[in-house]
């Protein structure tokens, strides 16, 4: 089966070389252009799925829009018979959805119809969800609306960040993709639809979202603080200046006295008060430095007992 593959972060990795690994003719990998990086922004850096594909000898196009004429002029001659997509970034139009014969197929991070949208593991972790998986759906002009081939379940771990969760919901899915596209090269089933009254949504996170309410229960700051990590990280403000806070253990009982967003103990562990607790943090990211173990922050008396987060 020629095929078409759509992707570009890292998260895409694992199902473009499960599809190599597999044999099967990758027409083309479509992905987004090479991005500046650095404070001079001088040097692009490219995307994970193109280093891989020019590793296996593939061919990569990267339209800056993939509704872009030439763009489908180009694919159109490749003559794909499927198109795979994993993490693209794009919205696809109907154009492009309708231009390979056997339509196109997306490796989604959640069991839809639960979390539609583009941030499906970061909301698993928020909701205090205990499973989550990824789904094999076909492409409509909806929002993750399709109707689901195939999808594959996995525990969430009480401690497991987004970072984490990621990496095993890669590696999963691209098992699951090659599962999917063999069913559907033998016809042994067909995709189901979604039951959109059971559907729920994964909006993109912002910064509101990121930052942290102390008012709140430990439990809620600690999934917070879990489902953003490592990016773009829960933050506070702390002397004036913004920090990010990493690796949550919640804790109780809440000192007397003690108010929300207090630090409370700095050694043998960095803790914090909340609405209802403490909770300890593992590792920090002051403005404008790298992310460090919280205990060397203390040592470089970086916070101290009684000072107050916001």
Known sequence: MRL????????????LRALVGEGF????????????????RSTLLPPPVKTVALDEGLTVLQPEKPADPAFLSALTA????????????HVLKPALLALPPRGMINV???LLPALRGAAPIQHAILQGLTETGVSIMQIEAGLDTGPVLL??????????TTGELTERLAELGAMALIEALAIMETGASEAAPQDNALASYAP????????????????????????????????????????????????????????????VETAPAFAVATGDGVVQ?????????????????VRGRGVAVGDRLT
């Open 204 to 263: 993109k996170v912002t910064r509101e979202l990121a930052r942290i309410d102390w008012g709140s229960s430990s439990l809620a700051i600690a999934r917070v603080a879990r489902a953003l990590d490592p990016k773009p990280g829960a933050w506070c403000k702390h002397r004036g200046h913004e920090l990010k806070l990493f690796g949550p253990k919640t804790a109780s009982p809440l000192p007397d006295g003690a108010l929300p967003g207090q630090v």
């Open 281 to 297: 943090f593992l590792d920090v990211q002051p403005a404008g430095k790298a992310r460090l173990g919280a205990q060397d922050w």
């Open 78 to 89: 490749l003559e794909p018979a499927i198109a795979v997509v994993v993490a693209y970034g």
């Open 25 to 40: 003719d990758v027409a083309a990998v479509i992905t987004q252009p090479d991005r500046p990086q650095g404070r001079s």
């Open 108 to 110: 989604h991070a959640s």
């Open 151 to 160: 999808r594959a379940p996995t525990p969430i771990s009480p401690d497991e």
């Open 4 to 15: 078409a593959f759509f992707g570009t972060p890292e998260f895409a990795v694992p199902s």
